[in-house]
């Protein structure tokens, strides 16, 4: 197993579970802010940590690194595994004129030699069928963000979704924690990005915990304008819970402004707010896969 640069903790946990050996990337950042991977003698079957949060293109290209290398000594399978992919989001053209971007990162990985994706939380479907070579396995966050959300001690909870994206998504982590669930309306200007969620709905949620319920917090918008919404309806306390908490620029500060009392995230993205563990279910995963 190699531990990417931008997932070194949770490659070593990863690891540790399944008992195997543990190579560190070397990496060199050069002042025009080129990197330069170096890593050890290759085993037949690489197995790559490497999540690619911002500086995405930066985390992305040391991906693509650490995977030609592995095949370029010949490893017979190369597995991938990427707890946050880069530019998912961007999996169809929604203005113009605009690029698929995913599509060119999945032309790259599939250039630079991987057999097989493993990520979490993936943010459609959609993106998958940008995939031809390479077959891709995604893991679901919701069952232990949820075990989570039990420890929180939470008074009368209801699973709250901002968008109508995620009622499937809500729902599942409404399963587990035995809980009632609701899904906001939101709308986004797809220009200026400017995010507005509908307060009009009929569930009461009066004097109950809300914990709102994403894939992901990017700028935090979302959450905010959603968190806004339920405690105009009475809600007691809110919470954010998601998969991959980006928290670009001022993202945590706004949250908290907005009377969030805790976001919990996964350790796809090493911050503060990292607080439940994918060692073990991607450890699961690759087990199934490599074992006989």
Known sequence: MIAGPASSDLAAKIANRLRCQLVVADLRIFADGESKVRIGKTAVNCVIVQSTYPPADTHLMQAMMLTRKCADDGARDVCAVIPYLAYARQDKAFLEGESISISLVARLFEAAGIKHLITVDIHSQLVTSHFSSVSIQNISSLPILAEYARSMRLENPIAVSPDAGGAERVGEFARVLQCGFLVLKKSRNRNTGEVTVDGNFQTDIKGRDAILVDDMISTGGSIVSAAEVLQQHGASKVYAVCGHALMIGDAAKMIRAAGV????????????????????????????????
Do not use: G
């Open 261 to 292: 009392r805790d976001i919990v995230a996964t350790n796809s993205i090493p911050n503060e707010f990292a607080k439940v563990d994918l060692s073990e279910a991607i450890a699961a995963a690759l087990k199934s896969r490599y074992s006989p």
